[in-house]
């Protein structure tokens, strides 16, 4: 027996699992996402947010897997707004397509490196590089920045306080001795009401930061999930701005277990001619893009249509047997009052006024005319957000 426990002994500590660690199973780190720009390119992001509002299409494309890192480029003419530009990645998709979702209580490490060139500088106005935002707030909850403070051009991890909606500093260091290096970057974090952050930056094997800030609501939401943006995001407002880029490399997304399974959907509720908003193949343009539904028939529904003229949803593969007029019913979750502007194969809009609650899905039907083979419907709206988008039923 002794002989027995004594050979168990060697090869755990052969291994590197102390003899402990094999009687005490617990909550321990399990990598969730570890994407490859070879392999999976921007493909790796739940999206892009590249250039939007079209603003420089000949720069196109600002957001590029090369050399072994994810670039981002930053032009002066890019625009995401009159007094703003962003080209940016958001969420992490993992290897079988879904969203990796953050969500409450759950505590998160990511880990990447990153090229911060001399023309990337610090501005008097926001430069954002890291963002921690939820997929149904705009604002954001978890910021690395590139702040001047006191004259000095700094890097600066903080959060954001929704009571006094401002962001707050708890970690800074000098910009300029970091810059045109790999440094490397861990963001510790945990979704919660009372939840922490903590900022680890590297410069080789040197410490230049190890901070944290517990306590701080990072968790804005009951329904929704936290995700990470990568990118460049700045105002133009600020003096001296140069063309410029970012580069990401090695990204790593952990999570503290025992690891959340994975939501599970309920069966789209298929009916006749039904078609999921958020099933693959369908167009998610701008800030558009698919969320978590716990009442919706596919588990998911698609956020933040109309608006503006870049935030839109397109259903594809709508399937006629016949030309002619059909009725369309549109299952969707409305806050009050709110409406969809429907386009069919590129033509005339028609309007789509909807009235209930964003925990019910409501239902609203009217005509629409297809062709006989293959259709596409187009949802935008140009002054208001429209409703969140379930599905489409063809009768």
């Known amino acids: 027996m002794r002989g ?21 199973a617990g909550p321990r780190w399990e990598t969730r996402w570890s994407p490859s720009p070879w392999r999976d390119g921007v493909g790796a992001f739940e999206a892009l947010e590249d250039d939007r509002r079209g603003s420089h299409p000949e720069g196109l ?18 625009r995401d707004g009159s007094d703003r530009m962003r080209n940016e990645v958001r969420g992490m998709r993992a290897a079988d ?8 209580g759950e505590t998160w490490r990511i880990t990447y490196q990153m090229y911060i060139p001399d023309t990337l500088d610090a501005t008097t106005n926001f430069t954002h590089l890291w963002q921690l935002k939820n997929s149904d707030i705009g604002t954001p909850i978890a910021q690395l920045s590139l702040p001047i403070v006191g004259g000095v051009p700094k890097i600066a991890a903080r959060y954001w306080t929704l009571a006094d909606n401002k962001s707050h500093d708890f970690a800074t260091a000098d910009l300029e001795p970091l810059q045109n290096r790999w440094l490397t970057t861990t963001i510790e974090l945990t979704s919660g009401d009372e939840g922490s952050m903590r900022w680890v930056l590297r410069d080789g094997r040197r410490t230049v930061v190890d901070a944290r800030a517990d306590g701080i609501d ?20 600020s003096a001296g701005l140069q063309e ?15 690891v959340t399974p994975p939501v599970v959907l309920p069966p789209p509720d298929r009916g006749p001619g039904a078609y999921e908003a958020e099933r693959a193949g369908n167009v998610w343009e701008g800030a558009a893009e698919p969320a978590y539904c716990a009442v919706c028939s596919g588990g998911r529904k698609v956020i933040l249509i109309g608006g503006n003229i870049y935030d839109y949803t397109v259903i594809r593969g709508v399937l ?55 259709n596409r419907i187009r949802f935008h709206g140009l002054t208001a957000r429209g409703p969140e988008l379930d599905k489409i039923v063809i009768e």
């Open 4 to 24: 027995l426990l004594a050979t168990l002994t060697a090869l755990l500590l052969a291994v590197g699992v102390p003899p402990a660690a094999a009687s005490q």
């Open 61 to 78: 494309p600002h957001v590029r897997a090369e050399g072994g890192a994810w670039r981002f480029d930053a032009h002066l003419a890019d």
């Open 97 to 104: 397509g879904r969203p990796l979702e953050m969500r409450k």
């Open 218 to 237: 990072l968790w804005w939401t009951g329904e929704q999930y936290n995700r990470p943006k990568w990118g460049i995001y700045r105002s133009i407002k």
């Open 244 to 258: 410029t880029y970012l580069l990401i490399r090695n990204l790593k997304a952990e999570q503290f277990g025992p």
């Open 320 to 374: 006629s047997e016949t030309t002619g007029t059909r009725q369309l019913t549109v299952h969707a979750l409305v806050d009050g009052r709110q409406e969809f502007s429907v386009s069919v194969n590129g033509g005339d809009s028609i309007k789509v006024a909807m009235t209930g609650t964003k925990d019910t899905v409501t239902t609203a039907t009217v005509p629409v005319d297809l062709v006989a083979g293959v």
